[in-house]
């Protein structure tokens, strides 16, 4: 039984960051303490009374393909689908104006949290569907916003992305679905494929967001275009007419979320699939890649989701299964009293704790790039959405297969259920970007261009803000000594890939491990403060002391059992790239 952890988000979103910044920005004026307990009291109750029965259920029975291309999904999604939508759920980030909730990317990050650890394969529809509301509030004419965004922030309809063809993945430059303009709209002709619920039986209508060329268009990039395709043509009334020229010829077996349907779609098999232009012609790919930006940071807090429902079942787990007399215990107690079970399971909580704080902080920093101060935040929330969801996604393979190791060879048996976690968790640093692209985009775009200025700028507040904390008490200075270090080390590593960079193979070869590298540093960076906060507390008598200082005693344990992960990555980094370069192809 899933069970969400409200007392850690709350403590993260009212203690970690500036929900006063928040309420200051137009847009969340009536953003409030009361505001956040209501929500994610309500999303708590939905994922574990709802979203969670039909998780293992789901994984089991999958989504099927019938004769006609209609694809059913597993039983109790339809009604779970039904109490997200009647409760507004898919609105949360939607304009007031378009019926949505309006609320910050900080708060959503919080129930989309709740939603992934209770149900990752039907909390899919629910995401694609808030990043095709995002990029149309981003790039949509104001007809199109006004007539797709509130069926699609009520419920009633769904969104997906349309990318990836047989040939074209990584590389879009290649995509060959075309657009041919035609009645003042287009006609799309093409296949695509890994499409997340491209086809299924929980809305009245299912938008496709697809990148397609037109005739005229230029080779490359720069010729890309994107459309609204919906399955089926809408009347001026918002009404569901005829069926639009889009097929599912097939949905993918798959290792894991085997609960969403993952499609292969046919445009214009006929007569041509009606579609409808936003933004201007070959201006698509800038369109796509807003959405995507925005999925990314919510695939990164997928991440953490299923790390978080992994380590909350091997706990149970542990604390249930008796084997063996422990070191210095008895007979009949449970394995948690082993101590290598303890460091699984503790190292494991130290972790999550840091990967949820790194993701509300990130959220928060795309929620003030709306304030005055937004090119500070829009230059840190660029640096941190490739960390987002390449570390958390990573670590996310680890610590499911920790939670499984918990569980012994009942792990490996599929009843227990927990295989799920490590099977879903497999897809996150492949879909939306592999780690690689996002280390690309870090290491070329984010440190190289401008010299290493922005990320230098970042880690030396970093190190600012450790200086500040060993102010405190004995146990602060103590804590922030474990950072010394790592943060010392992190900027000989970003001076490092500049000066090596004349040789683009180089920094490449060594890209994910500085993605790492920095993931580990900005988690250090969120467990100091999550620290200097819960020792300011305890002065409050008021406060839950114990839950204070488990607080402390996982900051400890993730700067001293994980933290210094850094100092090997930094080796590799540093001395380990020309090695491998040097590895020739018919060697391997």
Request: charged share 25%; with cysteine; glycine share 8%.
């Amino acid at each position: 039984m899933y069970e969400a952890p409200l007392k850690d988000l709350n403590f993260v979103i009212k203690n970690l960051i500036n929900l006063e910044d928040l309420s200051r920005i137009k847009d969340y004026n009536d953003f409030s303490d009361d505001l956040v307990d209501a929500i994610l009291e309500e999303a708590g109750k939905i994922g574990s009374e709802v979203l969670d029965p039909c998780n293992l259920s789901g994984d089991h029975e999958g989504s099927k393909i019938q004769e006609d291309g209609n694809v059913i999904t597993p039983k109790g999604y339809k009604e779970a689908y039904q109490s997200l939508r009647d409760g507004g759920w898919f609105g949360l980030e939607a304009k007031e104006k378009f019926g949505g909730q309006q609320i910050p990317v900080t708060l959503s990050a919080a129930v989309n949290e709740i939603w992934h650890s209770s149900n990752m394969s039907l909390a899919l529809c629910h995401l694609l569907t808030q990043g095709l509301i995002y990029a149309l509030q981003k790039s949509a004419s104001e007809d199109q916003k006004n007539f797709y965004v509130p069926k699609l922030a009520s419920g009633h309809w769904t969104g997906t992305m349309n990318l990836t063809e047989p040939q074209s993945g990584t590389d879009l430059s290649t995509i060959k679905t075309k657009a041919v303009k035609e009645n003042g709209h287009y006609k799309i002709y093409g296949q695509k494929i890994y499409i997340t619920y491209g086809e299924h039986d929980l809305s009245e209508n299912i938008i496709h967001l697809v990148l397609a060329r037109t005739p005229e268009a230029p080779e490359g990039n720069k010729g890309i275009s994107v459309f609204l395709v919906p399955k089926f043509l809408p009347n001026d009334d918002g009404t569901i007419g005829e069926k639009n020229d889009v097929t599912c010829l097939s949905i993918e077996k798959k290792l894991g979320v085997k609960g969403s349907p993952t499609t292969v779609l046919q445009f214009g098999e006929n007569k041509g699939a009606i579609g409808y232009l936003v933004g201007e012609e070959n201006q698509g790919l800038n369109i796509m890649f807003e959405m995507m930006n925005h999925a990314r940071f919510s695939v990164g807090v997928q991440g953490l989701a299923v790390s978080e429902r992994a380590y909350q079942q091997s706990k149970m787990y542990a604390f249930d299964r008796v084997q063996g007399t422990p070191i210095d215990g008895k007979k009949g107690d449970p394995i948690i009293n082993h101590p290598d079970v303890l460091r699984l399971v503790s190292t494991m909580k130290a972790e999550i704790e840091a990967m949820r704080a790194l993701a509300i902080y990130g959220g928060f920093a795309l929620d003030m790039t709306k304030s005055d101060n937004s090119e500070y935040w829009n230059t840190k929330s660029s640096l941190m959405i490739p960390i987002i969801k390449g570390w958390l996604t990573e670590r996310s393979l680890e610590i499911t297969s920790n939670a499984l190791q918990v569980h012994g060879g009942m792990g490996f048996i599929e009843e227990t259920g927990i295989a799920q976690h490590y099977r879903d968790a497999r897809i996150l640093p492949i879909y939306e970007g592999t780690t690689a692209i996002q280390a690309n985009d870090l290491v070329f775009r984010k440190t190289i261009r401008d010299n290493g200025k922005s990320i230098l700028d970042l880690i030396n507040e970093i190190k600012n803000e450790t200086e500040e904390f060993s102010h405190g008490d004995n146990q602060m200075k103590e804590l922030c000594s474990k950072m010394v270090l790592p943060v010392d080390t992190s900027i000989k590593v970003v001076k490092h890939l500049v000066s090596i960079s004349n040789n683009k193979k180089r920094p490449a070869v060594s890209g994910v491990n500085y993605l790492m590298m920095l993931g580990y540093i900005f988690g250090g960076w969120m467990m100091l403060k999550t620290a200097s906060k819960s020792i300011e507390l305890k002065k409050n008598p008021e406060m839950d002391s114990e839950f204070l200082d488990a607080k402390i005693a996982t900051s400890n344990i993730y700067l001293s059992s994980i933290l210094p992960k850094i100092e090997s990555l930094a080796l590799i980094i540093m001395n380990g790239d020309e090695d491998v370069l040097s590895m020739k192809n018919s060697w391997l």
